[in-house]
């Protein structure tokens, strides 16, 4: 006599599991759309601060001059922006 032992293997999410991951996302979220807002006010802070250097060293040309560094700011200023609406979404989405 042969005996045959067949199983299936079903993989279901529970509500907890749902509930627990829609959670971290949102926490996800909530810490990415801080650190771009961070990023983004350090990155007007810096350029701030580099204008307002230019502006004390009395050098007209160096205020109104695109350097690297205010290039830099301002991605760094983007870049947070950027960040903070991606986290915001990930916020919305849990």
Request: aromatic share 4%.
């Amino acid at each position: 006599m042969n005996t045959t032992n067949n199983t299936t293997t079903t993989s279901s999410t529970t509500s907890g599991q749902t509930v627990g991951e829609k959670g971290g996302n949102a926490i996800t979220g909530i810490f990415h759309a801080a650190n771009g807002l961070g990023e983004g006010i350090r990155g007007n802070i810096n350029a701030f601060a580099d204008s307002l250097g230019a502006g004390i060293k009395n050098d007209p040309k160096a205020a109104g001059q695109d350097t690297a560094a205010q290039r830099h700011n301002e991605q760094v200023a983007a870049r947070g922006a950027e960040e903070m609406r991606s986290g915001l979404d990930g916020f919305k989405r849990s």
